[in-house]
């Protein structure tokens, strides 16, 4: 959280400084504010206007007295929704207790689109990637070979129907680092993930890197539907919540000692549409969690930044999806799109990577 001496100008992410300062004003989980309530910014004067349920906007100034006075107000929503089970967001959407339900479960949107009271559609037309992290430091994917042979075997199709089911307008295959349909995209060296996946192929490469058999240690978090398909290897299975899957990423220690060999999460396409994004980068203790260490496709992440056109950057760009391949930075699981759901009373709402609140208001 952000502390109370912390400046608004002087965050780098200041639409996420304005909801931690919220939250510390109002004694609030970030993820409570962000289901029922509707903040909105007044830079001038550093406050947060919220809209409650059947109320027009009081203002909340963002001072540490308001932090303390606020959680004995009178003032607040009356009933916070932050109940984890998605079945459990349905009703309250439907009968208009909810406004906003930023990711709608796709088995559900049949339902809400019968709702006449309700709109549903694309989150972000720039959608999500599936990551396959694979650990770096350690056995099997300290050798490249069981990387590679992760990309021989690894079936995108698995993964993605795992999440959006049978609706192929919500996915498509992924055989590069960055984002379809951004003026980067390339294929170049993502051969290895098209065609009939080679199982023998793979099983010889793990062989050769000397893998036999012993269980790797993979976290999955049971409640992010990207996290049900892996299968391959022999894996000692961590279900963990999102939470803790993200607190233990950071252990370098070995997989007996706290540590991971693997763990799958998603990210969202507007972080990926070019070489400016940490999970590419392959530069050691700097990297993202994973730790590659791979010299060519740091010297062409260099060279994108030194590019002087277009055409030099995405020369660069080939060149850097196809070093990132043959390193294997980490597994690519293709590329998805998600609903969400609101209110028809409720305006403002606009398709983007993240829930923002400027512009968002509610009709009397």
């Not at 999440?163 to 192929?168: A, C, E, P, S």
């Not at 995209?185 to 058999?213: C, H, Q, V, W």
């Not at 240690?217 to 963990?240: E, N, R, S, Y």
């Amino acid at each position: 959280m952000i502390g109370e001496e912390a400046s608004l100008d002087e965050a780098s992410r200041p639409e996420l400084a304005v909801i931690k300062r919220f939250a510390l004003a109002t004694s609030r989980r970030i993820e409570e504010i962000v289901t029922l309530s509707w903040p909105q910014v007044d830079w001038e004067n550093r406050e947060v206007r919220l809209m409650q349920k059947g109320q027009h906007y009081r203002t909340i100034p963002l001072t540490a007295e308001t932090r303390r006075s606020s959680a004995r107000s009178k003032g607040g929503p009356r009933r916070m929704d932050s109940d984890p089970r998605p079945r459990h967001r349905l009703r309250p959407l439907q009968k208009g207790e909810v406004d906003w339900w930023e990711t709608a479960i796709l088995d559900l949107v049949p339902l809400l689109r019968k709702n006449r009271n309700v709109m549903v559609d694309i989150a972000d037309p720039l959608g999500n990637i599936g990551i396959f992290r694979m650990n770096h430091l350690h056995p099997p994917f300290k050798d490249v070979r069981a990387r590679r042979a992760v990309l021989m075997a690894l079936s995108q199709e698995d993964y993605m129907r795992a999440i959006v089911g049978n609706d192929d307008s919500l996915w498509k295959p992924m055989p590069s680092y960055f984002t379809p349909g951004a003026p980067l995209y390339t294929e170049e060296g993502g051969e290895i993930l098209k065609g009939p996946r080679n199982f023998d192929a793979a099983k010889r490469l793990l062989a050769e890197s000397g893998y036999a058999g012993q269980p790797v240690t993979c976290l999955v978090a049971q409640d992010t539907p990207v996290l049900k398909a892996w299968g391959g290897m022999k894996a000692d299975i961590v279900a963990l919540d999102s939470g803790t899957l993200f607190a233990r990423m950071p252990q370098k220690s070995p997989p007996a000692e706290g540590g991971w060999n693997m763990f799958l999460v998603w990210g969202n396409g507007a972080a990926n549409i070019s070489p400016a994004q940490l999970i590419i980068r392959a530069n050691g203790d700097g990297a993202w969690f994973g730790w590659p260490n791979g010299l060519q496709v740091e010297t062409e992440v260099t060279a994108w930044y030194d590019a002087k056109t277009l055409d030099e950057e995405k020369a660069a760009v080939r060149r850097l999806n196809r070093a990132a391949f043959d390193h294997v930075v980490y597994a690519p699981l293709g590329f998805f799109q998600l609903y969400q759901a609101w209110r028809k009373d409720v305006t403002g709402i606009v398709p983007s990577p993240l829930a923002f609140f400027w512009g968002v208001s509610k009709t009397a």
